[in-house]
């Protein structure tokens, strides 16, 4: 049985001269998007906390802690 499922014209040089570069500019673009919805996270968490803490029940809390963390309130 063969070691690799591929066909001989479809396998992969990671040491290809444009590997480099492309993952460079996957990282300049990927990385700010990941920064900003991780910061979202943890602002929809900390806000509906707080707003559970305030109201004592779930019915819509994370609803309006979504839209403070975006600015709408």
């Known amino acids: 049985m063969p070691k690799s ?3 001989k ?4 040089n990671i040491h290809a ?3 480099g570069a492309a993952l ?3 990282a300049f673009t990927q990385v700010p ?11 929809i ?3 509906s ?3 559970w803490r305030q ?4 019915q819509g809390i994370n609803v309006i802690a979504v839209r403070q963390c975006n600015g709408h309130d």
């Open 9 to 12: 014209g479809l396998r992969l």
């Open 24 to 26: 460079i500019i996957l």
């Open 33 to 43: 998007v990941a920064i900003k919805a991780a910061a979202e996270l943890a602002c």
């Open 55 to 58: 109201n004592k029940s779930h």
């Open 17 to 19: 001269p444009g590997t």
């Open 49 to 51: 906390n707080k707003l």
């Open 5 to 7: 499922f591929l066909p």
């Open 45 to 47: 968490g900390e806000v």
